[in-house]
């Protein structure tokens, strides 16, 4: 080791001491730092609760005595220790600094004072306890919580403690000897190689055989020799390295072939699985071909191009890889309804849909397309097990919990068909259709469940897996009424409705929807329509509702030209979609023009007011009194209202107090329409809830005016949110 190794190894290590010595110091100076602090606090507190019941009587030498017990007996270092009356005046103490002549702790708030010979002085508040009010006089008052004086303590400043000095001493000690021994082990080595060095130049001085060779010898200069040895034992290493690398090179090239090896036989094994696949494949292919080959010898050509159209459709979807699809879920079942409409004549089927109504608000991220096909397998295997023509169809969503969506067909009778899906699995099913359902099934990770009751019917469940769920902001009417004569049926489909609803009522008579619509604010009216050799009387009396509502009517697809050809509003064909009936009222509440009402105890400023405004296409109607008003305000929903103040029954302030209760009307435009209004009036006006003044009559101006509010008027207020 040279001369700088040396000298950079012992400052090295003298600055690794300091350094050790330093963090201990920290660490020491922090740790009775923390301690001190807890046992500051505890003094004065002590120290408080002491000199309470002398300062209030006034006893400064037993106070004296207690303070000069406590500085002995601390084991804190104390200098001194203060007790100061409540108006700042010195009351006792074991020894008093000069620097704390004009001291006062009434002044200085902080509670703390550094002083100029390095020690602080610390204070607290001396307060008045329930016991100590025992001590003051009846006729004086005492405060609870009140200051009664104040107790200080000067401390000597903190530092390191002998028992430190004694443990970094020894640390230091304990380091500069483990240097030393360092040093020394490499001098003894050192020495070990010199002597080394001289036996080997001994041998070769041995083995001279002339003197002047012994000369040459001894005239070489052992650095000189040191280098050589250095320069072989170098090429030694690099000859080493060599033979190493070599080694690797080879051990390398082994693994190298034996991986290759084992990716071959990994490759073989591969091709051999997916011929094997291909074989098992060409295998049920040849056995759904003879199945078809069957069908025609029998004659059951629908049959057989009905599963034509499954294999092609099979081997298309087994090419096409799963793709997901963000769809909002009723649009999708619609769309799914008329594909099944048209494939499978659903017509002579009493099919009824029970949607959830948390669907309607959600756009679902799943493998549309392949689930779409495995829904009509599904439901091609349903039908064929049909006996009483009535089937349901279930959708619920487990999107919250497992993120499931859940299907299920609910028929009369037993799924005989549909329970040859499960045992395909067994290898016990040989039909062509099944086998396709349950591979669909098994690629899109499906669940199918099946349970039956004798004699009353089976629900296939079916439970399909969702990527993700989010919430779709949709409009809600507030009430919606639905007509139906079938009660079973009108029960079951209230639940769908609650999609587009969130107030259901069904009726089943004519006489009770005319009651509930005069009764009660209707948003949208829904009837199922019967036969039309049933209801030739419902013709007229749908015009006038569809007139003053938002009427959508359903029935069969036999008898929608008939009642498209009577009524005046849409007419849908069954199953109910919730879809359908978003779709179709959103385009007729972009045609819906505003409704304004006018009230006013004068028919001839009501027939003038009502012609000037219907030429604007408002629809406008009419009342003569307060409570006529109040009527016409609960059933309908009103975007202007112009209201007289002096009416029969009633005021108009009083009538537009009472309208503005009405949910539907706390945001309608309401203006006091009167011949004259004083600003006192006006006042009155704007607090009863009115939003301004129409001056009687009306001109070309007002009404202007009053086009122009109305037109600032947002549009979603025609569509209940």
């Known amino acids: 080791m040279t001369l700088k190794a040396k000298l950079g190894l012992v400052l090295g290590s003298i600055g690794l001491i300091v350094v050790c010595l330093y963090a201990s110091a920290q660490l020491q100076l922090r740790h009775e730092t923390l301690v001190r602090v807890q046992a500051e606090q505890q003094l004065l507190m002590s120290l408080s ?37 409540a108006d700042g005046n010195l009351f006792a103490a ?43 006089d009846t006729a004086k008052v005492a405060a609870e919580g009140s200051t009664l004086g104040y107790v200080a303590i000067q401390i000597s400043p903190l530092r390191l403690s002998q028992l430190w000095w004694w443990q970094s001493g020894l640390w230091g000690f304990a380091l500069f000897i483990i240097l030393a021994l360092a040093l020394m082990w490499q001098r003894r080595i050192f020495k070990t190689q010199h002597l080394r060095w001289q036996g080997f130049l001994r041998q070769l001085r041995s083995l001279t055989p002339t003197k002047a060779d012994g000369k040459k010898l001894a005239d070489f200069d052992c650095d000189e020799l040191s280098l050589l040895f250095r320069s072989l034992c170098l090429q030694q290493q690099q000859l080493q390295l060599q033979l190493e690398q070599q080694g690797q090179e080879q051990q390398e090239k082994g693994k190298s072939q034996i991986s290759a090896c084992e990716q071959l036989e990994i490759s073989y094994q591969q091709q051999l699985a997916s011929l094997n696949a291909k074989l098992k494949v060409s295998e049920a292919q040849l056995r759904q071909w003879q199945q078809l080959c069957v069908l025609e010898r029998a004659g059951q050509s629908k049959q057989q191009s009905q599963l034509l159209y499954w294999l092609l459709k099979q081997d298309l979807l087994e090419n096409t890889p799963l793709q997901l699809q963000s769809v909002w879920f009723p649009q999708w079942l619609a769309q799914q309804m008329q594909l099944w409409q048209q494939e499978f004549e ?11 109504a948390a669907l309607s608000l959600l756009d679902l991220q799943f493998y549309a397309e392949h689930t779409s096909e495995l829904l009509k397998q599904m439901l091609c295997l349903i039908l064929q097990d049909i006996k009483q023509q009535e089937l349901n169809l279930s959708i619920n969503l487990q999107a ?42 098994a690629r899109l990770d499906a669940r199918l469940s099946i349970s039956a009751l004798e004699d009353l019917g089976c629900s296939v469940r079916l439970e399909l897996p969702l990527t993700s769920v989010t919430v779709k902001d949709m409009p809600m009417y507030q009430t919606a009424i639905y007509l139906d004569s079938n009660s079973m049926r009108a029960a079951v489909l209230k639940q769908s409705l609650y999609s587009v609803a969130e107030q259901v009522i069904c009726v089943q008579q004519p006489q009770q929807l005319r009651a509930e619509l005069q009764n009660r604010l209707i948003d949208l009216v829904l009837i199922q329509l019967p036969p039309p050799e049933v209801a030739l009387e419902m013709t007229q009396y749908l015009s006038e509702i569809s007139a003053r509502s938002q009427l959508l009517a359903f029935c069969d697809k036999t008898d929608q030209s008939y009642w498209a050809s009577k009524l005046s509003c849409t007419v849908l064909t069954n199953p109910i979609l919730s879809a359908d009936i978003r779709q179709h009222l959103s385009s007729a509440a972009k045609n819906n023009c505003l409704r304004l009402l006018v009230v006013d105890d004068n028919k001839t400023n009501l027939t003038f007011v009502k012609a000037m405004l219907s030429q604007q296409e408002f629809e406008v109607d009419t009342a003569e009194s307060g409570a006529e008003a109040i009527r016409l305000a609960k059933g309908n929903r009103y975007q202007l209202i112009l209201m007289d103040i002096q009416l029969p029954d009633m005021s108009g302030i009083l009538a537009t107090h009472m309208i503005r209760q009405l949910p539907q009307h706390q945001h309608t ?52 949110g």
């Open 49 to 85: 609760l002491m000199v309470e019941p002398f300062l209030i009587q006034n006893k400064v030498e037993q106070v004296k005595g207690h303070l000069l017990a406590t500085s002995f007996s601390s084991t804190l270092p104390i200098k001194a220790i203060l007790v100061y009356q």
């Open 94 to 136: 074991t020894q008093f600094p000069r620097e704390l002549l004009n001291f006062s702790p009434i002044r200085d708030e902080t509670g703390q004072k550094a002083l100029q010979d390095g020690s602080v002085l610390m204070w607290s508040t001396v307060m008045v306890t329930p016991v100590s009010m025992s001590y003051f």
């Open 346 to 356: 659903l017509a002579d089927v009493s099919f009824v849909l029970i949607e959830d």
């Open 400 to 441: 919250f919990s497992d993120n499931k969506l859940l299907l299920q067909f609910d028929h009369a009778g037993q799924s005989k068909t549909i329970q040859q899906v499960l045992s395909v699995s067994e290898g016990t099913s040989s039909d062509v259709l099944p086998k396709l359902c349950a591979n669909l099934l």
């Open 669 to 720: 435009m309401i203006m006091a329409f009167t011949a004259h209004a004083l600003p006192d009036e006006i006042t009155e006006f704007h607090q009863a809830g009115m939003n301004d003044v129409v001056i009687k009559p009306l001109d070309t101006q007002k009404v202007a005016d009053l086009i122009r509010r109305c037109q600032q008027l947002n549009l979603q207020s025609l569509t209940p």
